[in-house]
């Protein structure tokens, strides 16, 4: 059975394009045998009739019971024929529609457009409608959405989707059929491509990658050597990106090596791929766990683990301040709970600085962790994979500086840094370390701890740590890469074996 097959009432349907084998109709469809191998089916349902009990409803519907990803779903269906669940899914839509829509016809009440696969026909150039249009895709993905506007009559109230419908294959004019098959091949090559090598490869593995990140998780070379390593255990490795949202499903695995954070596509690309199956890491639990300070002290605390002594300021006064300085003494460390690579951190040392540092970080966050100052030369960093150490980091502060990274407006600076074999950290560092991220979860973190005499104190644990060829790798070489592949391997293997 081939990975991929588009299903259409009609072979005609598909006539203004290319030929493919993987073109069937719905009989042919409803005639297949039940799929036993081990490959993933996708499915994309062009039927005509998407009403309920039409070729379109049951297309989906059978998919779903096969066990095939299918685009669109029975939920889409349901969603845009129910006005309440569609407004339901609508709600928070960013539709933010920009002056330039604004002055496209003042008189108008309402106007049309489709969306193919995310892309808005016809108007690719118009920023705000491109973006309502992926938005629009992402909430229910679909070959061809057809969307109707409607402007308020308040003023002030401006425009907001007023109606959605599914299309099939024959509600696309002849001008816009390129532009259809342009975002068809957009959105999954791969219908097109299927190179012979993949066969030897048992399961499908995506890296999420945010090509604009000026401080990714892992530079190039490191991820070179992940797909490297996955293609040895026979897992084939593909990059992909914020775009690549509804190409999920086509994995068997997500590892995210971009920088993490609640209000970020990673989180929604880490909550699909749970919900699809997936193997990912690190999971949307783990990520909501490390990436809140407020949380990760609490629980810390909670569970007598070190940490350094921490309070959490809701509000800004005398009174307060007064408390800071009473428990922590000066200088002390002022921390946003959604901070990384040392943003969102800023060290007061007197009053004057304390006021100013959290009138500033409050105006971002609505609590604010302020800890005292426990001066190292450097912090230690223990990568954890499944509750197992895999390497052990020597972070040290910028030169003249207290921080590991040190930014300013035109670069980021960082310390030096040196890689030790684990057996080679001190025993409660390791401890502390294990201790930690038993509260998270298995999967797989870089733990900040600093050792001031006999006294060990975990500073934060990351999600998503740095691996960076050269760095963390400095004293495992190869095999760090292939250990994190191998825990991806056998994850993946208990899934399709429903362990």
């Not at 259409?8 to 039940?34: G, H, K, M, R």
């Not at 309070?311 to 002390?332: F, H, R, T």
Request: charged residues 25%; negative net charge; aromatic residues 10%.
């Amino acid at each position: 059975m081939p990975a991929f097959y588009v299903v259409v009432d009609d072979l005609n349907d598909w006539a203004p394009y290319y030929p493919s084998q993987d073109v069937i109709t719905f009989e042919q469809y409803l005639a297949l045998e039940s799929d036993v191998s081990d490959q993933k089916v996708r499915v994309l349902n062009c039927c005509r009739n998407s009403t309920a009990l039409g070729k379109g409803y049951y297309c989906s519907l059978l998919a779903e019971a096969r066990g095939h990803s299918v685009i669109p779903s029975i939920t889409v269906f349901n969603d845009v024929r129910r006005k309440s669940l569609l407004a339901l899914q609508l709600e928070g839509l960013d539709q933010a529609l920009d002056a330039e829509l604004e002055a496209t016809d003042a008189s108008s009440k309402q106007f049309n457009f489709q969306v193919f696969f995310g892309s808005v026909a016809g108007h690719q150039d118009h920023g705000a409608l491109a973006k309502l249009g992926r938005q629009l895709f992402e909430r229910f993905p679909a070959p061809v959405l057809d969307v109707t506007m409607r402007r308020g009559n308040l003023a002030g109230s401006g425009w907001k989707v007023d109606k959605l419908k599914v299309l099939a294959l024959p509600d696309i004019g002849e001008d816009q059929q390129t532009l259809f098959a342009n975002a068809l091949e957009d959105y999954s090559t791969q219908i097109w491509r299927k190179p012979k090598t993949r066969k030897r490869y048992r399961y499908d593995l995506a890296i999420l990658l945010d090509p604009n990140e000026a401080l990714p998780p892992s530079d190039s070379e490191a991820i070179t050597h992940f797909i490297q390593a996955g293609n040895t255990l026979g897992i084939n490795v593909e990059l992909i990106s914020k775009k690549d949202y509804m190409r999920l499903a086509e994995y068997d695995g997500l590892f995210i090596r971009a920088t993490t954070a609640i209000d970020h596509h990673t989180y929604r690309f880490a909550k699909k791929a749970e919900a699809e199956g997936l193997v990912v890491m690190d999971d949307p639990t783990s990520i909501l766990r490390c990436t809140n300070k407020v949380y990760l002290a609490d629980l810390l605390k909670n569970h007598q683990i070190g940490t350094p002594n921490t309070l959490i300021v809701s509000k800004v006064s005398d009174a307060v301040m007064d408390q800071l300085e009473q428990a922590l003494g000066y200088p002390m460390v002022l921390k946003t709970p959604d901070g990384s690579f040392s943003r969102g951190v800023t060290k007061a040392k007197d009053r004057k600085e304390l006021a100013q540092g959290l009138k500033t970080l409050k105006q971002k966050s609505a609590l604010v962790l302020v800890q005292e100052y426990l001066y190292t030369d450097f912090d230690w960093r223990i990568g954890v994979l499944n509750n197992k150490p895999v390497f052990a980091c020597r972070y040290f502060m910028v030169k003249d500086h207290w921080q590991i990274y040190q930014h300013d407006q035109q670069q980021v600076d960082s310390g030096d840094f040196d890689t030790l074999p684990v057996w080679d950290v001190p025993t409660p560092v390791l401890n502390a370390a294990l201790q930690a991220t038993r509260l998270i979860g298995d999967g797989f973190y870089g733990v900040d701890l600093k050792q001031v005499d006999d006294r060990v104190v975990v500073i934060e644990v990351n999600d998503n740590p740095s691996v960076d060829a050269g760095v963390e790798d400095q004293t495992t070489g190869p095999a760090l890469y292939h250990d994190i592949m191998a825990e991806f391997l056998r994850r993946m293997e208990n899934q399709h074996q429903g362990a």
